[in-house]
């Protein structure tokens, strides 16, 4: 057990006293603070689980999905306990406050959350600034893009976040997928995210004709087979680098909470099953011919190695870290090293997708 997971367990209790929002500010504060208190901010080094996506070099594929560091304040605090990589937003052009709250809720019972914060964040300008100030300094940080709940024109949103971010991304990840922007999913529909991927190339090409990042699409776990295959159509038409699988769902399993009947995107545990399908329907759909990011319900390095075996070339979290945390991003990377080796492979790459085999 890793010394942030001992020192989270015994203040636990004492964090789930407070709301969810309250919690979650003070995690972020706390990252803030290590480097003071002599924490390492150094990204971990490639080892056995070192694993290339899109052009990148990522030392294990365990990363933060988007969401915890929506301003880009701890980016390195997050790298220095063990994560590969990082996400930080989604940030959107012009801050906004969110929906009303509450909107954040832990289902305690079930190990999940329901969210509906609708894109709160500080604004590009505040975020540029953080992303200029570490821009030297290593790690593989990704800038997830969105757009504001007011704007007139979304496209143009994204294609204006992508001029101010591609300089300081390791790799765009365009989110069209939350469920708390009323029309954003509309996005996903074929002719609407031909229009958007096309204006995201056409800026990023502007202002970076060469060693320009990849850009990654976040897509929702509540889509039908023809919306899957269009999605993994465009992909491969517009060569992204990767697509993420998934974001929160609208969908409900059985729960036992109490805020079951919150509205808003539910994650953590039970979304673990959709997510996990999910992930094998754009496999499937996109021939193995593109990178694939497992993002829901991942909480242990065997809930990760299923998402690897099931063709995932990396994996995120978020919703675990609320139940065991900041310390589980390097025990799931080293626990993949020990299912790595028990299974027989020399690498990850080695066993993406190798669940039917």
């Known amino acids: 057990m890793t010394l942030p997971t001992k020192m989270f367990d015994l203040i636990r209790p004492a964090l789930f006293t407070l709301d969810p929002e309250t919690g979650h500010r003070l995690a972020v504060r706390s990252l803030r603070a290590m480097p003071s208190r002599g924490a390492s901010s150094s990204p971990p080094q490639p080892g056995a689980t070192k694993v290339s996506v899109a052009g990148l070099d990522f030392p294990n594929p365990v990363g933060v999905a988007a969401g915890f560091d929506k301003d880009a304040e701890v980016p390195d605090a997050l790298l220095g306990l063990g994560f590969g ?93 939350s469920p708390n922007t009323p029309g954003l999913r509309a996005l996903q529909d074929e002719g609407a995210l031909t229009a958007l991927i096309d204006g995201v190339i056409a800026a990023r090409n502007l202002v970076m004709p060469a060693n320009a990042p990849p850009i990654f699409l976040k897509v929702a776990p509540d889509l039908e087979p023809a919306d899957i295959d269009a999605i993994a159509r465009i992909a491969l038409d517009k060569k992204l680098g990767a697509l993420i699988v ?65 063709g995932a070339s990396l994996v995120q979290l978020y919703s675990a870290m609320v139940y065991h945390g900041p310390g589980l991003g390097a025990q799931i990377a080293s626990g993949l090293e020990r299912l790595m080796k028990r299974d027989g492979f020399a690498s990850i790459a080695e066993a993406v997708g190798t669940e039917s085999d």
């Open 246 to 310: 998934s974001n929160t769902t609208i969908s409900r399993p059985p729960l036992r909470s109490r805020h079951a009947d919150e509205t808003g995107g539910l994650s953590g545990a039970p979304l673990r099953e959709l997510a996990q399908q999910r992930l094998r329907d754009f496999r499937k759909a996109t021939g193995g011919q593109i990178p694939l990011i497992g993002v829901g319900g991942i909480a242990s390095a065997e809930h990760a190695w299923a998402r690897i075996r099931a």
């Open 85 to 177: 990589f990082t996400e930080v937003g989604s940030i959107t052009p012009k801050p906004q406050a969110g929906n009303p709250k509450p909107r954040l809720f832990r289902l305690t019972e079930d190990k999940g959350v329901i969210n509906r914060m609708g894109f709160n964040n500080s604004g590009a300008a505040v975020a540029l600034e953080r992303l200029k100030a570490r821009a030297s300094r290593p790690g593989i940080v990704g800038i997830n893009i969105g757009a504001n709940k007011d704007a007139e024109d979304r496209i143009a949103d994204y294609a204006e976040m992508t001029r101010l971010m591609a300089p300081y991304a390791s790799y765009l990840a365009v989110n069209v997928s």
